[in-house]
Structures are given as C-alpha cells and as structure tokens.
C-alpha cells in the first residue's frame, strides 16, 4: 500500500514537473517566435538561456584563476591542488 | 597554459605528462582535462571528463592517494617558486572596461518542443572604455536614439555568437559576418538612471572547411550559418558613468557543425540564444574571454 502510495506520489510529482517544463517551454517558444520583442517575451528567453541555481553551484567554490598564485596558496597550506584547464572552464570558455 | 613559457606552463605540462594524455600526439596534441596534483609536481589523478559524477570520483581519488602519501609538507620546487608570466599570454584588462558573462543554449521549438535544452556553456566578454562608451547616450533624453559602430558590433558577433554549447568551435572570421548591426535609444530617465533599449540583427556563414573531426572521421561538408535577432535592456547611471544593468540576448537560428561542437547528430536548423549579463570586475571575473586579439585591448 505504502509502495503504491509512493508511486502515485512520484506519479504526480513527475508529472508536476513535466507539465511545468512543457508550459515552460510552450512559453519560451510563443515568446521566442515572436521575436522577443516585448519586455515580457524578452524576459521569457533571456531568463531560460541563463542556468537556474542548481546549475551554478560551483560558482560558490572560491576558485583561484592563477594556477601560480593557487600553487603557492597550496604550498603554504600543505593542500593538494584540483586544476581545471579545459575548455568549458567554470571561470570562462579559455 | 599548454603553450606558456613561464613557471605556470612548465609546472603544467610537467603534470600533465603524467596524466591520462601523456605523450598523446594524435588524434590532437590535446592537454585538456582536470588534475589532481600535488604542489611538488606530484600527479595524483586525472581525467577528461564533464560528467559532475566522473569529477566528485576523480577527486575522491586524487585526495585518497594524497592522503596515503603524506609524510610531512609539500614542497614547491625551487624551479616553480617565481614567475615571470609569459608576455604572449597576458591578460591585461583593458582600463575602465566592461565585463560580460555569456551563456549560451540551446533553445525548444514548435517542431521540437521537447528539445534537450540542458546543455549550456560560458564565456566572457571584454569591452574597452571605447566600446562601453559606444553603448551609452551622448545626450541624456527619451528619444535618444544612435547606431552603436559596426566595429564593436561585428567583433561582439564574431567573438560571441559562435555556437558552444556543447563543444567547441573556432571565432567567426571577419568575413563571415554578413550582418552585423545594433540601434539604442533612450526609453526612460529617472534621476540619473538611463533606461535604453537594443535592436538588433547578425548573420553569419561560414563555408565547409573540409576539416575531418580526428576522433570520429567525420567531414565539414556544410555551410555553419547563424541568423539572430539582437534584443537588449540596459540601465546606465550617468552620474556615475557606469552600467548598472546590461542584459543583452542574441537569439536565432543556426545550422551546420564544427570540428569539434558536437553538432554532427544535429545540423540544424535549430534555434539557439545567447544571453549576456553584467559582471562585478574581480579577479575571478577577469579570465578572458575565449576569442582575443592580442593587442586590442591594451592599444587603445
């Protein structure tokens, strides 16, 4: 019963999710085939290309952009070193 | 950092020559990746990869086997312990510049309303104090309207309406750009805050290349296009002489795959955006943008 009650749950849940993502989307394609003219229409796009939150939580992580400078930080406070250079960078797209 | 003839590219390629492409010459000389490492020039783990799961796992392992081989404190060798950087990659900012964050995404349409629009990608943008100027009004009035010079518009096209979003993809060249072209005009004043609005379009082709991707053998055989329209809200307290607000979106079509974009499964036509946002200047917002031209921004 418990089980069954979880999967209604999770049924509805999804389906939640779902329909806020298709309105979402429906929303962004009226504004974005009107050619975003309006403040609002402009909003709609503007604000669905930019990452949610939960996208950007590596942007608490107090990144260092010098790997010298990270070296010696590193150095002094017996640390080992986590170095992304990729493209893609979480600081950039170097 | 690959390329650097400074402390910071040789403690680099010395890591990286223990890593999980030491000593690759094909398909790519390619370095790129994410190192675990000691400050000795230890390697402690490494990867390419951009899945959060494959990086929590690389870290875990990197810190297991930094934990295991501790006996007392790391040294920096000598060799590393002064810099002079390496002129060819400075990264002057230019004075009384402007600093932008660009996102870019893929965007659902009617015919694909569904479209997997998770994947994202980011850069910087860097204007000079001339450019920040080409975006503000030489009279304080409603109605002000000018045309924002070709130059700072074709550059802003070239640079940072190349689609990456899933990879990545060489700048525009200049004669790509077909179109380029971005009005303002003043649409309200309050005290010292300027609201102004953006118009705009860009076009761009680029024909095939030829090039082979290396990894998957497959030809650029088709023109990349983009066809976009330029909207934008900007709030610029002309007290101060500074933007307070500088939201910018440049959204459209595009078609064709780079090299390496990972755009072969989906040449398009498809819609994109490219939204840009301002930033605080600090050090971590000063890693440059991806596309520059060495001398543009410290000649002028």
């Known amino acids: 019963m418990r089980f069954t009650i979880l999967l209604a749950a999770l049924a509805v849940l999804f389906g939640h999710t779902f329909a806020a993502n298709a309105q979402s989307n429906s929303k962004v394609i009226k504004a974005f085939d009107a050619g975003f003219k309006t403040p609002d229409d402009f909003d709609t796009v503007y604000q669905f290309v930019l990452p949610s939150d939960d996208d950007t939580t590596w942007r608490q992580v107090p990144w260092i952009p010098s790997l010298w400078q990270g070296m010696q930080i590193a150095g002094k406070k017996n640390k080992p070193m986590f170095i992304w250079a990729m493209n893609g960078d979480p600081l950039g797209c170097v | ?300």
């Not at chain 2, 990086?55 to 295991?68: H, N, P, Q, V």
């Open chain 2, 1 to 300: 950092m690959q390329h650097q003839s400074d402390s910071e590219g040789q403690f680099f390629r010395h890591i990286a020559e223990q890593g999980h492409y030491a000593g690759m010459t094909k398909p790519a000389p390619t370095r790129q990746g994410l190192y675990v490492t000691g400050v000795d020039g230890d390697l402690l783990h490494s990867l390419n990869a951009t899945e959060a799961k494959q990086i929590l796992s690389l870290m875990g392992r990197g810190l297991a086997k930094w934990e295991k081989k501790q006996s007392g404190a790391a040294r920096i060798a000598p060799l590393y312990k002064s810099n002079k950087a390496d002129s060819k990659f400075a990264t002057d900012f230019p004075t009384d510049g402007l600093i932008l964050r660009q996102t870019m995404r893929d965007l659902p349409s009617s015919s694909n309303p569904r479209r997997d629009t998770s994947r994202h990608n980011f850069d910087h943008v860097w204007f000079t104090a001339k450019e920040k100027a080409d975006f503000t009004p030489k009279k304080m009035e409603v109605g002000e309207t000018w045309e924002v010079p070709s130059q700072t518009v074709k550059r802003l096209v070239a640079f940072h309406t190349v689609d990456q979003v899933r990879g990545e993809a060489d700048a525009w060249g200049w004669e790509a750009v077909k179109e380029a072209s971005i009005q303002c005009r003043v649409v309200d004043i309050a005290k010292s805050k300027v609201l102004i609005e953006l118009y705009g379009n860009a076009k761009c082709v680029k024909p095939p290349s030829g090039e082979i991707n290396p990894y998957n053998n497959k030809k650029i055989e088709k023109d990349i296009t983009n066809d976009l329209r330029i909207r934008g809200e900007l709030l610029f307290d002309s007290e101060a002489r500074k933007f307070q607000s500088f939201r910018l979106l440049a959204a459209g079509m595009r078609s064709g795959a780079a090299t390496y974009n990972f755009r072969f499964d989906d040449m398009g036509p498809s819609p994109i955006g490219f939204a840009f946002e301002l930033l605080d200047d600090k050090p971590e917002n000063r890693i440059k943008p991806k596309f520059l031209m060495w001398e543009y921004f410290w000649e002028k």
